[in-house]
Nanobody, 115 residues
Framework: QVQLVESGGGVVQAGGSLRLSCVAS????????MGWYRQAPGNQRELVAT???????TYADSVKGRFNISRNKARNAVYLQMNSLKAEDTAVYYC?????????WGQGTQVTVSS
Protein backbone atom coordinates (compact mmCIF):
# COMPACT_ATOMS: atom_id res chain seq x y z
CA GLN A 1 0.00 0.00 0.00
CA VAL A 2 1.39 3.38 -0.99
CA GLN A 3 2.12 6.04 1.61
CA LEU A 4 3.08 9.68 1.18
CA VAL A 5 5.28 11.06 3.94
CA GLU A 6 5.78 14.82 4.22
CA SER A 7 8.54 16.64 6.05
CA GLY A 8 10.01 20.13 6.29
CA GLY A 9 7.25 22.07 7.98
CA GLY A 10 7.91 24.36 10.91
CA VAL A 11 7.78 27.90 12.20
CA VAL A 12 9.36 30.72 10.22
CA GLN A 13 9.22 34.51 10.29
CA ALA A 14 7.45 36.41 7.56
CA GLY A 15 9.75 36.83 4.58
CA GLY A 16 11.55 33.60 5.31
CA SER A 17 11.71 30.31 3.41
CA LEU A 18 10.87 26.67 3.94
CA ARG A 19 11.22 23.58 1.76
CA LEU A 20 8.67 20.81 2.03
CA SER A 21 9.42 17.26 0.92
CA CYS A 22 7.11 14.36 0.18
CA VAL A 23 8.30 10.86 -0.57
CA ALA A 24 6.11 7.97 -1.71
CA SER A 25 6.78 4.51 -0.33
CA UNK A 26 5.25 1.13 -0.99
CA UNK A 27 4.18 -0.51 -4.22
CA UNK A 28 2.15 1.74 -6.45
CA UNK A 29 1.51 2.67 -10.04
CA UNK A 30 3.48 5.84 -10.86
CA UNK A 31 1.70 9.07 -10.05
CA UNK A 32 0.78 11.07 -13.13
CA UNK A 33 0.34 14.17 -10.97
CA MET A 34 1.84 15.08 -7.62
CA GLY A 35 1.17 18.24 -5.73
CA TRP A 36 0.60 20.20 -2.59
CA TYR A 37 -2.60 21.42 -0.98
CA ARG A 38 -3.12 23.36 2.22
CA GLN A 39 -5.82 23.91 4.80
CA ALA A 40 -5.94 26.77 7.27
CA PRO A 41 -8.21 26.66 10.33
CA GLY A 42 -11.82 27.31 9.33
CA ASN A 43 -11.02 27.09 5.62
CA GLN A 44 -11.44 24.44 2.99
CA ARG A 45 -8.46 22.57 1.62
CA GLU A 46 -7.07 24.44 -1.37
CA LEU A 47 -4.62 23.76 -4.15
CA VAL A 48 -1.15 25.22 -3.76
CA ALA A 49 0.73 23.68 -6.68
CA THR A 50 0.73 20.55 -8.84
CA UNK A 51 3.24 19.06 -11.24
CA UNK A 52 2.49 16.49 -13.89
CA UNK A 53 4.84 13.71 -14.92
CA UNK A 54 5.71 15.73 -18.03
CA UNK A 55 6.63 18.68 -15.75
CA UNK A 56 3.61 20.90 -16.39
CA UNK A 57 3.20 23.03 -13.25
CA THR A 58 0.10 24.74 -11.91
CA TYR A 59 0.14 27.27 -9.07
CA ALA A 60 -2.48 29.04 -7.02
CA ASP A 61 -2.47 32.76 -7.82
CA SER A 62 -1.61 33.52 -4.19
CA VAL A 63 1.74 31.70 -4.41
CA LYS A 64 2.87 32.44 -7.96
CA GLY A 65 6.35 33.90 -8.03
CA ARG A 66 7.05 32.83 -4.44
CA PHE A 67 6.68 29.03 -4.44
CA ASN A 68 8.31 26.47 -6.72
CA ILE A 69 7.29 22.83 -7.10
CA SER A 70 9.65 20.13 -8.35
CA ARG A 71 9.73 16.34 -8.62
CA ASN A 72 12.26 13.56 -8.45
CA LYS A 73 10.58 10.82 -10.46
CA ALA A 74 13.25 8.26 -9.62
CA ARG A 75 12.54 8.76 -5.89
CA ASN A 76 8.79 9.24 -6.31
CA ALA A 77 9.22 12.52 -4.48
CA VAL A 78 7.82 16.01 -4.79
CA TYR A 79 9.14 19.18 -3.20
CA LEU A 80 7.78 22.64 -2.51
CA GLN A 81 10.23 25.51 -2.12
CA MET A 82 8.42 28.35 -0.36
CA ASN A 83 10.00 31.80 -0.37
CA SER A 84 8.85 35.21 0.85
CA LEU A 85 6.43 33.53 3.21
CA LYS A 86 3.49 35.49 4.54
CA ALA A 87 1.30 35.05 7.60
CA GLU A 88 -1.54 33.97 5.32
CA ASP A 89 0.54 30.99 4.18
CA THR A 90 0.06 29.47 7.64
CA ALA A 91 -1.72 26.14 7.21
CA VAL A 92 -1.34 22.39 7.25
CA TYR A 93 0.23 21.39 3.94
CA TYR A 94 -0.75 18.06 2.39
CA CYS A 95 1.03 16.09 -0.30
CA UNK A 96 -1.16 14.47 -2.96
CA UNK A 97 -0.48 11.91 -5.64
CA UNK A 98 -2.85 10.83 -8.41
CA UNK A 99 -2.76 7.94 -10.86
CA UNK A 100 -5.27 5.92 -12.86
CA UNK A 101 -6.36 4.07 -9.72
CA UNK A 102 -7.17 7.10 -7.59
CA UNK A 103 -5.40 9.49 -5.29
CA UNK A 104 -3.37 9.29 -2.12
CA TRP A 105 -2.88 11.92 0.59
CA GLY A 106 -0.13 12.42 3.09
CA GLN A 107 -0.76 13.07 6.76
CA GLY A 108 0.07 16.78 6.51
CA THR A 109 2.80 19.01 7.87
CA GLN A 110 2.22 22.27 9.74
CA VAL A 111 3.66 25.51 8.39
CA THR A 112 3.40 28.53 10.67
CA VAL A 113 4.52 31.98 9.51
CA SER A 114 4.88 34.55 12.27
CA SER A 115 4.46 38.22 11.44
Amino acid sequence: QVQLVESGGGVVQAGGSLRLSCVASGNHFPFSVMGWYRQAPGNQRELVATLTIDTTATYADSVKGRFNISRNKARNAVYLQMNSLKAEDTAVYYCNGRNRFGETWGQGTQVTVSS
